[in-house]
């Protein structure tokens, strides 16, 4: 069990790192405001890399106060970015009611199909959605359990049951409303495999006046918010591997990788956090296996003093 522990806490350090979300703010940043106003061309190393200082800096700053301020910080931030995203998407999916049974329709048609099946595509399409999923809601990885085993409550198992909902609101809900922006608007047929490029265009089409503007900031919500969550997670397995003392070590490597992540490429990133997330996620399931019986021990005793509780009002 211990081995598992700390081979999680390895790849927890990488899998943590805020390569992705610098990568894609920079990304949408350059996209949607910088290149269309001709202030970048095609090479815009220079142009990541200021935005990469420029969006470690707060970081470092939010990072060094700690918990309690990466929690207030994102307890602020959160709430609009939900409100701008869900409404956003919402208003898409309902401008276009009409074409959602079909949306459905295709998925379903094209993933199921004799030639997807006979092609192997089946298979591809689950991989790809595993991959995607893991880092998404981070279900089964092991990291979101380090925040809410900081949870000050008495039943932990009220706890897991919020644990468990998050990923269904999450993939389920959020992740098809954003799907269905896509398809619905068209713009997946343009080609371009990079998710928030698709979702900035989908957010034009449907609302070409202010779209990309209300996907630009909350994708700079969702990101600096992510930077901060990510930030106690890699905090906390590089000292349980090392130590407390050279936490400020972690912190100064983190903070650099901020800039990393807006200058290398994409596909480099998501090759390396989902080889660090399957090095996460065996462990843990393993443990969460093992474990099991106390679990299923604690659910039971919950339930039923729920239950008591209940037939005596």
């Known amino acids: 069990m211990e081995t598992a522990v700390y081979s999680v806490a390895a790849a927890g350090l990488i899998g ?25 061309g095609e090479d815009a190393f220079v142009a990541n890399l200021i935005m990469g200082l420029g969006l470690a800096l707060p970081v470092a700053v939010i990072m060094f106060g700690g918990l309690k301020r990466i929690a207030k910080v994102a307890t602020k931030l959160v709430p609009l970015m939900v409100v701008l995203y869900t409404g956003s998407v919402l208003y898409i999916i309902f401008s276009n009611i009409g074409e959602v049974p079909h949306m459905f329709a295709m998925i379903f048609e094209d993933a199921f199909s004799g030639n997807a099946v006979l092609g192997g595509a089946v298979m591809q399409i689950i991989i790809l959605g595993a991959r ?28 897991g049951l919020v644990a468990m909902l998050e990923p269904f609101i999450d993939t389920i809900v959020v992740c098809t409303m954003t799907g269905l922006a896509i398809l619905i608007t068209g713009v997946w047929q343009s080609g371009d495999t990079n998710g928030v490029s698709m979702t900035a265009a989908a957010f034009g089409e449907a609302m070409p006046a202010v779209g990309k503007y209300l996907l630009v900031l909350c994708v700079f ?25 050279y936490s400020r070590v972690y912190d100064y490597f983190y903070i650099s990788t901020v800039v990393i992540g807006a200058v290398i490429t994409l596909t480099a990133i998501i090759n390396l956090i ?15 296996l093992l474990l099991s019986p106390k679990v299923m ?3 039971r005793d919950y339930f039923g003093r729920m239950k008591a509780v209940n037939s005596k009002q």
Do not use: W
């Open 132 to 159: 995607r999923a893991s880092f998404s809601n981070e279900a089964g990885i092991g990291t979101a359990a380090m925040m809410h085993g900081e949870s000050q409550t008495n039943e932990p198992v009220r706890e």
């Open 221 to 245: 919500i969702f990101a600096f918010t992510s930077l901060f969550s990510y930030c106690y997670y890699g905090s906390k397995c590089f000292t349980y591997l090392f130590g407390f003392k």
């Open 297 to 299: 021990a604690a659910a």
């Open 274 to 288: 989902d080889t660090a997330f399957a090095l996460m996620a065996v462990p843990t399931m393993a443990c969460a």
């Open 16 to 40: 943590t790192l805020p390569l992705f979300q610098s990568n894609q703010l920079t990304q949408i940043v350059r996209d949607v405001i910088l290149r269309p106003s001709g202030m970048v």
